[in-house]
């Protein structure tokens, strides 16, 4: 039985005292309801106000009953409140507590800072692949959103140094600029980037303007959520099945078609190993989209006597069990897909 379920039955059992102590009286003296009821509350609370009429033995025995019982449950329902406050902030302390623990045993993991609108559906998208993923969100109404998540998260200002220092940005592989304003990104992109020179920054911007700053500041890619939205808008307009084609290609839902892309290490036994000697398709039945290579340039739709070299990427297109199993062949130590 929990705290809650135990204080509403202290509250009931408190009552039937109460109404103990009603009918007693009207039993035991023949006081009418009024009396009974003013009785029973002043014995019940030790006001400590004169008796309404003089009590009979039996009525001062039944009296001494009530007292006790009343003044002793009183205690219990006041301690199981007490109780209940103080094992709720203690609880909550310990929960913290895990909570930092867990986040600075996090390596190579994401740090999103701001879970507004765009900054929620990011997270959720980065949990499909990993866990390791913190939020940093300053406002305190979204805490309760946070928990309910299940998200690891930090409340305070992304920009401050103390904030990213918790969040492990030292030891983070991304991070993910989505705070509400412009300037406050700038901030923290400039923040982050004194703080780790390594990690990969994705920022939003809500202009062109803004872009060079960002990209300046430090930003390894900067976003425009206004800009992608008008061109997926566009593009339901204007190409309805495209649309729909890669709205359910780039989802992760466990059925149909997916597309996704696998680095290829060193040590991949696909390395330097022409496509039509791979066995990507006849093995997996995939379909090779288009290998980027380790300088970036984007070999689409490549051709057959094409060479998978060390650092490429290859972005493929199939069904979920069957890159799944790819993903263990080209790089069982790296690439997890859910």
């Keep these: 039985m929990n705290k809650l379920q135990q204080i509403i039955r202290a509250i009931i059992v408190s009552w039937v005292i109460f109404f103990i102590g009603?009918?007693?009286?009207?039993?035991?003296?023949k006081w009418g309801f009024l009396d009974s009821v003013y009785m029973t509350a002043i014995t019940v609370t030790t006001a400590g106000f004169m008796e309404v009429h003089e009590l009979s033995p039996a009525g001062r025995i039944f009296t001494s009953i009530i007292l006790i019982a009343g003044v002793g449950y009183f205690f219990y329902i006041a301690g199981l409140i007490i109780q209940s406050i103080v094992e709720g902030e203690i609880q909550s302390i310990l929960g913290r507590k895990r909570l930092d623990k867990k986040i600075r045993k996090l390596k190579n993991h994401y740090i999103v800072c701001g879970y507004g609108r765009i900054g929620r559906v990011l997270s959720q998208?980065?949990?499909?692949?990993?866990?390791?993923?913190?939020?940093?969100?300053?406002?305190?109404?979204?805490?309760?959103?946070?928990?309910?998540?299940?998200?690891?998260?930090?409340?305070?200002?992304?920009?401050?140094?103390?904030?990213?220092?918790?969040?492990?940005?030292?030891?983070?592989?991304?991070?993910?600029?989505?705070?509400?304003?412009?300037?406050?990104?700038?901030?923290?992109?400039?923040?982050?980037?004194?703080?780790?020179?390594?990690?990969?920054?994705?920022?939003?911007?809500?202009?062109?303007?803004?872009?060079?700053?960002?990209?300046?500041?430090?930003?390894?890619?900067?976003?425009?959520?206004?800009?992608?939205?008008?061109?997926?808008m566009g593009l339901k307009l204007l190409r309805p099945s495209v649309s729909s084609f890669l709205a359910v290609a780039l989802s992760r839902k466990k059925a149909g078609i997916q597309i996704d892309e696998f680095f290829v290490p060193k040590s991949s036994r696909y390395t330097n190993i022409a496509l039509k000697n791979s066995g990507i398709i006849q093995d997996f039945n995939l379909i090779i989209i288009s290998i980027k290579k380790a300088s970036g340039e984007m070999l689409f739709n490549p051709h057959f006597e094409t060479l998978i070299e060390p650092e490429d990427t290859v972005i493929v297109m199939g069904k979920t069990p069957d890159l799944k199993k790819f993903a263990t062949a080209i790089n069982p130590e790296k690439n997890k897909w859910p």
Aim: charged share 25%.
């Design 22 to 29: 009603v009918v007693g009286y009207m039993v035991i003296e």
């Design 125 to 232: 998208l980065i949990r499909e692949e990993t866990n390791d993923v913190v939020v940093i969100e300053n406002d305190d109404t979204l805490v309760d959103t946070l928990e309910k998540d299940q998200m690891h998260y930090l409340q305070g200002d992304a920009s401050d140094e103390e904030v990213l220092a918790k969040a492990g940005i030292k030891n983070a592989s991304f991070l993910v600029a989505a705070l509400g304003t412009d300037t406050a990104n700038v901030f923290l992109v400039l923040t982050a980037r004194q703080l780790n020179s390594d990690i990969y920054i994705m920022a939003r911007a809500s202009s062109p303007d803004v872009k060079k700053k960002l990209m300046i500041a430090g930003a390894n890619f900067v976003e425009s959520p206004y800009d992608i939205g008008a061109i997926s």
